[in-house]
């Protein structure tokens, strides 16, 4: 630490120990300096104290944490780790937060409320499943998710180990941990065996718990359950172990206990029919369930306790009669304890009456012989080696044997009971993995301690060196994990006492070797322990008894009482009194105590009591074995099963001994942390680096530590690394691990000093301005007030004195009139002669200042001139030089290039292939050639008037200049114009320079360009190669697939496969080739800018869209409204670039209109094509040859393809349409707006291509069809003159000629064309120039204006006048936006109508051509065909037949994609469906109608059961299901659904059948999807909502990081993929937006979209809020702060898609409440008021827990008291909450479809050829 740090200082909280309370808090009130012998401090309420100090016999007190470490969720997140520390944070949530569970690094402190809290239903399982241990509140659901995930996910077995005290809840912490692994871990199949491991749970309550006096329900056994589970972690079984049965309970209690629950509740229904006969009564009645005085229980029912019991025996599969056998053996014991045995008069023994009626009940229950067991009861058999015989029994000794019975019996019957519950909880099937719960005693110490309490005082030093040597392991993996130098930690290592007990001659071995002695006896065996051990550490000798002896356990001193010691160990059981048992006539209890290892033949035997034998029976094995030995034995067991698995430890604490809900006794507490190791834990923690911060936690805990210059760096560790080495001197006291810094104990404390210093003094600082603001407004008001009284009193004052002035005025104006005469005089004179001196003064020094300056200003013109002039000859010896080489290199390229020329004119072959079919493009570059050097020349004209322009205005500003100068006599504002001059002529002479520059960059880039676009062809070349190869190589391949078909198959998929990457390559080579030629043309429009406007930048006011480097017509300024293309993007990119963008939506249009006009052109050629061959046929009907056939399917191909294309690029159109939007919705991301701008100049470059591609198809098919028109014109006409010569070459060569001639007119045409569109577009171009000169002249002005005015400015008034200006623009900019907007919309409105207008021309078109080619494969009939088709109309049916169908529901459902429509009217598979259904209707076939119906919902079942998780399919088919529904609703013929339809759909309604039925069966079909679909949304969103809603930082730097604990920072999150990822707000709601866009686009009915967003924002809120409810490190001002900004996001998102209606935002109410009550104030009675008023959406027990969990982030926050939380609760206590915590996130809002009718009609509906549904017939 630092060196001016000393802990002990004044104002320092410490511990001091209490004889009352433990430990008690006080303060240092004098700095405490190291030596001295008294530390003076000051108690809670105000006592002095003065608390002397030793170095050995009195240390310094322990410190206190700072307040905001205190409450939190795990121990071992204290900065000081020790006794009073965890005592008082467990003290502090117990009492205050109401919280029973606290983590103390691997250990869960359980502590006893003793009262039902609501914090265990499956909604609270369902809330911790599948979290990470530390990101909820401590609870035993944590703990159980822990190790199901551990076991999961390392493959390993679990064990959680529960132990405490007798009442600490142990029980019931183990029920709850297996109640949550059957919830969690149900089993797969139908077995339940999840039940029957919770069934077991009564039972074992019943036969092994009993009332103490620390606990109603204490369980004096210990149980260790497996529960298997499968590969897929289903329960599939359990087992049960079960240690040291409490049989001396059977027939003892002590005062105020009782018997096991399994007597009493046999009594409670001894009135049963069925028990009468077991002769029951009253519990009283008995001797062994009334010792205790008490046989009941406050608040339990033992009858009703039975009948759960009874339950649970039925459900684990024991039938009634072996419950029947059960009872009966209980009950047997209870009256073999009313057996009355008489003592005879010697003493020596004892007899039974003859008569006692629970003796006859006994044998009767039992099935044994009454005369036998009367016998043996008072009698034992003694054998010696040579005989046997019966010895008579003292009573004392009669009623112990009895007694030692009725404990066998019942220890059997237990172990019966738990061997056949494991037998029903065992499985076939093979166990993958278990979870062990152990639910065992804990450490215990009574002012009597015998056998019982040694034994278990045992097992937890076993345990205990278990837990040790674990908590230990895990710290040296922490440490080793993070490269950590370590030393080996001391930690208590109990081994010497488990050996003083266990080992060879320990305290068990000399026990046993006691009980073989046979007269040894208790106090034999204390004589031996104390020779044998007095020289043990652990062992000691009570100084006042000499039959006991003191075991020094690692919790506490223990002693042992010896009386009864052996007796216990033996167990001792009669032999003959067990054969009688074993003799039973019932099978059940004969069962019992037969050997389960015996032979098979002592099973079958009898014994006989009588009969005596030579040679005595070898005793039982079983009894042979103490109970020490067994004991042993499967404690040894128990330990080898837990050390084989990972433990996860729980201690249960029992905070009183009176059973006082939430009432805690500090000293109880202590003793039972330090005897359950939590303190060890802690003091093993501490011993280490127990406080660790990852670096970004700690990084945004103490920034504010940090300066501004260390906050810059980007490596955070290092700033960590600085900012301690600066704040913590001695490096010991921490260490820097690999993603951890570790501390020592106190160093985060002082760490938190110093930020509590810090904030203190800035808020010092902030309250020192706000109050001396204050005191400033008061001053002002005092000193207003003191003015005003002043002026008043001065008045009256003033008055006064102006009398006295009246008075003296007289005798002054005298006075003042002489002396004014006489000093004026003088006053004259003397300025005379000093102006005199000035003027002559001041003359000489202005002449000398102007000499000076006139020869300055005569030498610079000199300067200038000879710099100007050498400056000039270098530039043009340079320029000359430049112009030389540049010649003599051109010179070189130009011969070079001659020879070439010369080589190629040689060929010619050359020159035939370069005239052929090359005259159009040589024209057309040649025009391009001339087109482009017009253009650079006009440039350059341009660019030369735009420089006169210029110059003309310097010399204007010169002239200003001059007269400026002349004007003025000052020479500020000379110097500033001066400057101004000389800075336009720097920016003219900069423009200059960029130009050129930008100029030499376009030419490198354009001869790159050229480079790459040359390697793109190459390549594209070698790739058709390829592609024609492969197509090759499939041909043959399925030319040989009849032969081989396996095989073959994987081949053709195989190469499919590479066919289809080698077309990805080639589209990918033809994007970026389209990527290249885009910035060619980019950099060539800049180069222009550049150009037109030299020194000038634009501004978004002054940009034009009407520059085009196409050779297309350019779009005049008028056409901006009209265009297509203009949708949104100046909302997103600016004025600059959504001009470009919208220049480039005009060109698209533009082509658009022109492929439509040229296919209007082909239409019209196509009909006289058409009128031609029908003119010939007529004439002459002769078959039309094979050749003009061919041209004809050429020529409609052609067409076909051309209309294909021109859907092609409509839907392109859309594409970038719907880029546009989305870019426009995520317009804060820069990259995703770089792409969508990327994807639109590829969209656009490849429609360009294929654009000019079809242009050329059209222009040669145009020139086929005239030169077929001509040649068969030629042909009749040779006809009809029967010219023989055929084959001469003559009218071949004219034949060709006409070709030739044709295809130069229509060449000519083109030409035309285009040199018109080049000439408009120059003009275009030479206005827009012209439009921009004025633009820049007004620009000039206006700034020349500007700068005149700011002259003459303050600099205040030009800042002003700054602000105003650009406030102004920003205005004009707006408006001029709005505008611009409000014509994108009109234009999209038209343009929508013109797509409508398109698509139905290309369905009349398609129509129109499939007609034609029918007529033209049918000449004779072409007339009749035609007027029947213009006769029938589409009547909105499809017809298909019947050996279709299972392939329309292939194409229509089975196979179909939602991308395969998404272009096409939404839910266009509905529609399709029900025409052909109207068509089943139509022609009454009913058979058909029901098969379509009933194939058609059974295959969208199939759809969706295979895509059960995907959002896009489930929503694509709810809105077509919907649809279908909707149809048949809408064309049923009811009247109620036919108010909305038109003539023309109330014509095409059903006529023959009632579809009721089918439209009930697709209701429900579509709930059943509506539900999926929420299934799936839910699934995709659950794991993003904590982490976007309560984690994410959606306003930087708000949320506060507090020290972690050990949960936080080694649990199930430490693994090697770096923990779980996280989600921001803006992540979810992107996702939402997802969802609804997928919706909106397939055409879900906007009630159903609505119901699905509601659903889902039910979701987040109850996820949220149950989290919130969860989690104490949310809960804090800060965090509420974050929810509500969160929850407004969601509602603005709401707003933007009109989903506010829906409802949904009320759904948000409760989240927003509970954020709000994050926020208000929570101390006085206002705000409990105000607080009770505004949370009316949260129940009662959410606000308490809420205001419970409330934890501040800052010293400065202050905790909810706890009056005030009482306040809240009696306020609140009249509602009528329900009682549950949790919101239910699984529940399910009902869903309603409103009928929605479609305004399509299906006459209307265009299907497109791309769902190849040909066989459908439109009727």
């Given at each position: ?705 940090l300066k501004k210059s260390d906050m810059m760096s980007a490596d955070k560790k290092l700033v960590c690394r600085n900012l301690l080495e600066t704040l913590i001197k001695e490096p010991d006291m921490y260490q820097f691990g690999k993603t951890k810094i570790f501390f020592r104990a106190g160093q985060v404390a002082y760490l938190e000093k110093i930020r509590a210093d810090k904030f203190r003094s800035a808020c010092i600082k902030i309250q020192k301005t706000v109050r001396g603001w204050l005191q400033r407004v008061r001053y002002r008001k005092i ?1037």
């Open positions: 630490m630092t060196s001016d740090y000393y802990p002990y200082s004044q104002y320092t909280r410490v511990w001091i120990p209490d004889p009352d309370d433990v430990w008690k808090a006080a303060e240092i009130t004098r700095d405490y300096k190291e030596g001295e012998a008294v530390l003076h401090l000051k108690l809670e309420d105000e006592t002095p104290l003065e608390y002397p100090v030793g170095p050995k016999s009195n240390p310094l007190p322990f410190l206190r944490n700072p307040d905001i470490l205190v409450g939190e969720n795990d121990l071992t997140a204290l900065s000081y780790l020790h006794e009073p520390a965890v005592l008082h944070n467990l003290r502090v949530r117990f009492l205050e937060s109401n919280h029973i569970y606290t983590y103390c690094g691997i250990v869960l402190v359980a502590i006893n409320p003793y009262e039902q809290l609501q914090i265990y239903g499956e909604e609270v399982i369902n809330a911790y499943s599948g979290q990470n241990m530390g990101d909820m509140d401590p609870h035993i659901f944590a703990v159980a998710e822990e190790a199901y995930k551990q076991m999961a996910r390392d493959e390993r077995n679990q064990s959680i180990i529960v132990s405490g005290e007798s009442g600490a809840g142990k029980t019931v912490s183990a029920k709850y941990a297996m109640r949550f692994f059957a919830t969690v871990g149900g089993s797969a199949n139908d077995t339940n065996v999840e039940e029957k491991v919770l069934a077991s749970s009564p039972i074992m309550e019943a036969i092994g718990n009993a009332k103490t006096t620390r606990n109603d329900n204490s369980s004096r056994f210990g149980k260790y359950i497996q529960i298997g589970f499968s590969r897929r972690y289903h329960i599939i079984g359990a087992n049960m172990r079960t240690y040291l049965l409490e049989k001396s309970r059977v027939v003892f209690q002590a005062e105020d206990e009782r018997n096991y629950h399994i007597f009493y509740q046999l009594c409670a229904s001894a009135s049963l029919p069925e028990f009468r006969e077991l002769g029951l009564t009253s519990a009283e009645d008995f001797t062994f369930t009334s010792l205790g005085e008490n046989i009941f229980i406050e608040g339990v029912n033992d009858a009703d306790d039975f009948i759960k019991t009874r339950e649970a025996f039925t459900l684990l599969g024991i039938k009634e009669s072996s419950q029947s056998s059960i009872f009966k053996v209980i009950a047997s014991i209870l009256h073999l304890g009313n057996v009355e045995i008489c003592s005879e008069r010697d003493g020596e023994s004892c007899h039974i009456s003859r008569d006692d009626v629970h003796l006859q009940h006994f044998c009767r229950l039992l099935g044994v012989e009454l005369q036998q067991m009367e016998h043996w009861l008072c009698h034992r058999k003694l054998a010696t080696t040579s005989e046997t015989y019966v010895k008579n029994m003292s009573s004392k000794q009669a009623s112990n044997a009895r007694d030692a019975l009725a404990k066998h019996i019942y220890a059997r019957m237990f172990d019966w009971i738990v061997e056949h519950i494991n037998m029903s909880l065992q499985t076939s099937s093979k166990q993958h993995s278990f979870i062990g719960v152990l639910d065992i005693y804990g450490f215990e110490t009574f002012e009597v301690n015998s056998f019982e309490q040694f034994c278990i005082n045992y097992a937890n030093e076993k345990l205990q060196q278990q837990f040790n040597s674990h908590v230990f392991k895990l710290e040296q993996e922490e440490y080793m994990k993070e490269q950590i130098p370590w030393t080996l930690i001391d930690f208590y290592d109990n081994q010497p006492c488990i050996d003083l007990i266990e080992a060879k001659l320990g305290i068990l071995d000399l026990l046993d070797e006691e009980c073989k002695v046979p007269k040894g006896t208790d106090q034999n065996w204390a004589q031996k322990l104390y020779k044998q051990h007095s020289s043990s550490a652990h062992f000691q000798k009570p100084r006042m008894s000499n039959v006991s002896f003191i075991i020094i356990h690692f919790a506490d001193k223990v002693e042992y009482q010896c009386e009864g010691f052996l007796e216990k160990n033996r167990d001792t059981v009669y032999e003959e009194q067990i054969n009688i048992l074993k003799a039973s006539q019932f099978q059940l209890v004969a069962d019992l105590f037969h050997d389960k290892d015996g032979v098979s033949s002592s099973k079958s035997s009898r014994v006989n009591v009588r009969a005596a034998k030579p040679t005595p029976k070898t005793p039982n094995r079983e009894h042979r074995k103490t109970v020490g030995h067994q004991f042993r034995s499967s404690l040894h067991l128990l330990m080898e099963t837990l050390n084989a698995t990972t433990p996860h430890y729980v201690r249960c604490i029992k905070p009183n001994d009176v059973k006082e809900a939430f009432s805690f006794d500090s000293s109880r507490a202590v003793q039972q942390l330090r005897a359950c190791g939590v303190l060890e834990t802690i003091r093993i923690s501490a011993a280490g680096y127990p406080s660790r911060w990852t670096y970004p936690d700690f990084f945004s805990r103490y920034r504010v530590l000193r207003k007030s003191a003015i005003t009284l002043q002026r008043y009193g001065r008045g009256y004052l003033a008055r006064r004195y102006a009398e006295f002035l009246r008075l003296s005025r007289a005798a002054l104006i005298c006075q003042k009139q002489y002396r004014m005469v006489r000093d004026r005089r003088a006053f004259l004179r003397v300025r005379q002669a000093v102006v005199t001196i000035q003027a002559y003064t001041r003359g000489m020094f202005t002449r000398r200042i102007y000499w000076e300056f006139l020869m300055h200003h005569k030498a610079m013109i000199i300067q200038k001139s000879v710099r100007g002039w050498l400056q000039r000859k270098k530039f043009r010896r340079a320029r000359a030089a430049a112009i030389i080489i540049q010649c003599a290199y051109r010179r070189r390229l130009a011969k070079r290039q001659l020879q070439q020329l010369k080589i190629e004119a040689r060929s010619a072959q050359h020159l035939k292939k370069l005239n052929t079919g090359m005259e159009n493009k040589i024209v057309q570059l040649q025009r391009k050639m001339d087109d482009q050097s017009k253009e650079l020349k006009s440039q350059n004209e341009q660019l030369q008037q735009v420089n006169i322009t210029l110059g003309s205005e310097v010399n204007k500003l010169q002239k200003q200049l001059e007269q400026a100068r002349s004007q003025q006599a000052g020479g500020g504002q000379l110097t500033s114009l001066q400057e101004e001059l000389d800075r336009l002529r720097e920016e003219l002479q900069e423009a200059l320079a960029h130009n050129k520059k930008l100029e030499e960059e376009h030419g490198t880039e354009k001869q790159s360009l050229q480079q790459r676009v040359e390697e793109l062809q190459r390549e594209n070349s070698l790739l058709k190669t390829e592609k024609e190869e492969m197509n090759q190589i499939i041909a043959q391949l399925s030319k040989s697939s009849e032969v081989d078909g396996s095989s073959v198959s994987q081949k053709e998929a195989t190469l499919q496969k590479e066919l289809d990457q080698e077309r990805q390559r080639y589209q990918n080579l033809l994007k970026e080739f389209s990527r290249l030629e885009q910035r060619y043309d980019n950099l060539k429009e800049e180069v222009s800018l550049n150009k037109f406007h030299p020194g000038h930048r634009r501004n978004p006011s002054n940009v034009s869209s009407l520059e085009s480097d196409s050779n297309y017509p350019s779009i005049s300024t008028s056409e901006v409204g009209d265009t297509e293309d203009s949708i949104q993007l100046v909302e997103e990119m600016g004025v600059e670039k959504a001009a470009m963008d919208i220049s480039l939506f005009m060109k698209l249009q533009k082509r658009v209109r022109e492929l439509e006009t040229e296919r209007k052109r082909l239409q019209t050629s196509v009909d006289k094509m058409e009128e031609l061959a029908k003119r010939k046929g007529s004439e002459s009907r002769s078959p039309t040859s094979e050749t003009e056939t061919a041209d004809l399917a050429y020529d409609s191909l052609k067409r076909q393809e051309l209309e294909t294309e021109n859907k092609k690029l409509k839907n392109d159109l859309n594409e970038l349409r719907k880029t546009i939007s989305e870019r426009a919705s995520q317009n804060n991301s820069s990259n995703e707006l770089q792409d969508g701008y990327n994807l639109l100049l590829s969209q656009l470059k490849a429609a360009t291509e294929e654009l000019d591609a079809r242009k050329e198809e059209v222009l040669i098919l145009r020139t086929q069809i005239v030169s077929t028109a001509e040649q068969q014109g030629k042909n009749n006409h040779i006809e009809s003159e029967n010219v023989p010569e055929l084959n001469s070459k003559e009218p071949i060569d004219k034949e060709e000629a006409a070709k030739d001639y044709h295809g130069l007119t229509e060449s000519k045409k083109l030409l035309e064309a285009q040199l018109q569109t080049q000439s408009r577009q120059h003009k275009d171009e030479l206005e827009a120039l012209h439009t921009q000169i004025e633009l820049l002249r007004d620009d000039i002005e206006k700034k020349q204006e500007i700068l005149n005015y700011m002259s003459s400015l303050s600099p205040e008034a030009k800042v002003e006048y700054s602000v105003q200006q650009e406030i102004t623009r920003l205005t004009n900019d707006n408006l001029d936006l709005k505008e611009l907007v409000e014509k994108l919309e009109k234009n999209e409105r038209k343009l929508k109508k013109q797509l409508r207008i398109y698509m139905k021309k290309v369905q009349e078109l398609e129509a129109s051509m499939a007609a034609a080619q029918s007529s033209r494969s049918k000449p004779e009939l072409i007339r009749q065909v035609t007027v029947q088709r213009k006769e029938k109309d589409f009547e909105g049916m499809l017809e298909y037949n019947k050996e279709d169908e299972a392939l329309l529901l292939k194409t229509l459902i089975t196979d179909m994609r939602p991308s395969l429509v998404s272009a096409t009217v939404p839910c266009l598979p509905a529609y399709i469906l029900f025409m052909c259904i109207r068509h089943a209707d139509y022609i009454n076939d009913d058979q058909k109608v029901e098969a379509l119906l009933t194939s058609t919902i059974n295959s969208i079942k199939k759809v969706l059961k295979k895509n059960n998780d995907d959002f896009e399919m489930t929503s694509f088919w709810l809105a077509n299901t919907s649809r279908l529904l909707h149809c048949l609703k809408q064309y049923s013929g009811d009247e109620a659904f036919m108010t909305q339809n038109t003539s023309k759909q109330n014509e095409h309604c059903l006529k023959n059948f009632d579809l009721a039925e089918y439209r009930q069966v697709l209701s429900d079909l579509s709930i059943q999807i509506y539900q999926q679909l929420i299934k799936v949304a839910e699934g995709i969103i659950q794991p993003m909502i904590v982490s976007a809603m309560l984690e994410s930082e959606s306003i930087p730097s708000l949320a506060g990081v507090k020290p972690m604990g050990y949960r936080n920072r080694s649990s199930s999150m430490d693994t090697d993929a770096g923990g779980p990822s996280s989600y921001t707000l803006e992540a979810l709601i992107r996702q939402l937006g997802q969802f609804h866009g997928i919706m909106r686009d397939h055409g879900l009915d906007p009630e159903i979209a609505g119901q699905v967003v509601r659903q889902l924002f039910h979701c987040i809120n109850a996820t949220t809020l149950n989290n919130l409810l969860l989690r104490k490190d949310v809960c804090s001002w800060s965090t509420g702060m974050q929810l509500r900004y969160n929850t407004s996001q969601m509602e603005e998102w709401l707003r933007a898609n009109n989903l506010y209606q829906s409802n949904a935002a009320a759904t948000l109410e409760p989240i927003i409440q509970a954020a709000q009550l994050l926020q208000v104030k929570k101390k006085t009675t206002q705000d409990a008021e105000a607080i009770c008023s505004l949370c009316t959406s949260l129940t009662t027990q959410q606000i308490v827990k809420i205001l419970n969990l409330y934890t501040p982030l800052n010293e400065f926050e202050e905790r909810v008291t706890v009056s005030f939380i009482r306040t809240i609760q009696n306020s609140l206590q009249d509602r009528n909450d329900p009682p549950q915590l949790l919101l239910d996130t699984k529940q399910t809002f009902p869903v309603l479809f409103p009928y929605t009718p479609s305004a399509l009609s299906l006459e209307t509906l265009h299907i497109p050829a791309s769902l190849d549904l040909n066989f459908l017939i439109r009727v």
